[in-house]
């Protein structure tokens, strides 16, 4: 029997190779053991149980990671600016001695020492009153110049991609949201969200002697979670 071959780099078949095959076709058709389908469908993946100790691991490895470095269980958090801003203006309006009572409602007023702000503010910041709400939004007032400026933080991260338009900047190699027409920046220091309402991203960058960074290993557990997640595991942020 002659072949024609359209590409000459093809190398012909031999004639045992349609003896082969033409015997194959001949077979009767054979139904398979009983439960062998069953049985390969139901079947185990190779090393699955490997893979299941692995995600074990990972997922322990995870939630050890958020507990030493008090990442677990801190909620994400978009700052109400409106209320918060309102919150100022019912200050700058009453003056740098306190807030007007209406604006108060939610917070009771303490010592101003009693809760410190997370940030580490300078001298010139004259501390004159401290509000905490229910919801562990505590507001410390401040003067600076002669200005009304009000700090609020609440515990949790920052979710600064659901924020509203507006700058991103760094001041002391932490990330932070401008407002600059309202004088409104937002940042996270280590363990805590962070509204300064009166100040410009460099007035915070001169008033503010230190920014609590976030651990190093935020980073890591956060891209942890983010894989975790996918595979099924609860979100641990």
Same mark, same amino acid.
């Given at each position: 029997?002659?072949?024609?071959? %359209?590409?000459?780099?093809?190398?012909?078949?031999?004639?045992? =190779?349609? =003896? @082969?095959?033409?015997?194959? /076709?001949?077979?009767?058709?054979?139904?398979?053991? !009983?439960?062998?389908?069953? =049985?390969? @469908?139901?079947?185990?993946?190779?090393?699955?149980?490997?893979?299941?100790?692995?995600?074990? *691991?990972?997922?322990?490895? $995870?939630?050890?990671?958020?507990?030493?470095? *008090?990442?677990?269980?801190?909620?994400?958090?978009?700052?109400?600016?409106?209320?918060?801003? !309102?919150?100022? !203006? !019912?200050?700058?309006?009453?003056?740098? =001695? *306190?807030?007007?009572? @209406?604006? #108060?409602?939610?917070?009771?007023?303490?010592?101003?020492?009693?809760?410190?702000?997370?940030?580490? $503010?300078?001298?010139?910041?004259?501390?004159?009153?401290?509000?905490?709400?229910? #919801?562990?939004?505590?507001?410390?007032?401040? /003067?600076?110049?002669?200005?009304?400026?009000?700090?609020?933080? +609440?515990?949790?991260?920052?979710?600064?991609?659901?924020?509203?338009?507006?700058?991103?900047?760094?001041?002391?190699?932490?990330?932070?949201?401008?407002?600059?027409?309202? %004088?409104?920046?937002?940042?996270?220091?280590?363990?805590?969200?962070? $509204?300064?309402? &009166?100040? %410009?991203? /460099?007035?915070?960058?001169?008033?503010? +002697?230190?920014?609590?960074?976030?651990?190093?290993?935020?980073?890591?557990?956060?891209? @942890?979670? #983010?894989? $975790?997640?996918?595979? &099924?595991?609860?979100?641990? #942020?």
């Amino acid at each position: 029997m002659t072949r024609e071959f %359209s590409d000459p780099a093809m190398v012909p078949e031999e004639s045992w =190779e349609d =003896e @082969v095959a033409a015997a194959l /076709a001949g077979l009767p058709l054979v139904e398979p053991p !009983a439960g062998f389908i069953a =049985e390969a @469908v139901d079947h185990r993946p190779l090393f699955a149980g490997r893979l299941l100790v692995g995600l074990t *691991g990972v997922a322990m490895l $995870t939630f050890g990671l958020w507990y030493v470095t *008090g990442a677990f269980g801190r909620p994400g958090i978009v700052p109400e600016l409106r209320t918060l801003t !309102a919150r100022h !203006a !019912a200050a700058q309006a009453g003056g740098s =001695e *306190g807030v007007n009572p @209406v604006s #108060s409602s939610g917070f009771e007023e303490v010592a101003p020492e009693f809760s410190e702000t997370p940030l580490r $503010t300078t001298d010139d910041m004259d501390l004159r009153a401290t509000f905490i709400a229910e #919801s562990d939004l505590v507001q410390v007032l401040y /003067a600076h110049e002669r200005q009304p400026v009000s700090i609020f933080s +609440q515990p949790g991260r920052v979710k600064f991609d659901e924020l509203p338009e507006g700058e991103r900047v760094m001041i002391d190699g932490v990330l932070a949201w401008v407002d600059p027409d309202a %004088s409104v920046v937002v940042l996270e220091t280590a363990d805590s969200a962070v $509204t300064i309402v &009166g100040l %410009s991203a /460099a007035e915070v960058a001169d008033a503010v +002697q230190e920014i609590p960074h976030r651990s190093k290993t935020a980073g890591f557990t956060d891209l @942890v979670n #983010s894989i $975790t997640r996918e595979l &099924g595991f609860p979100d641990l #942020s």
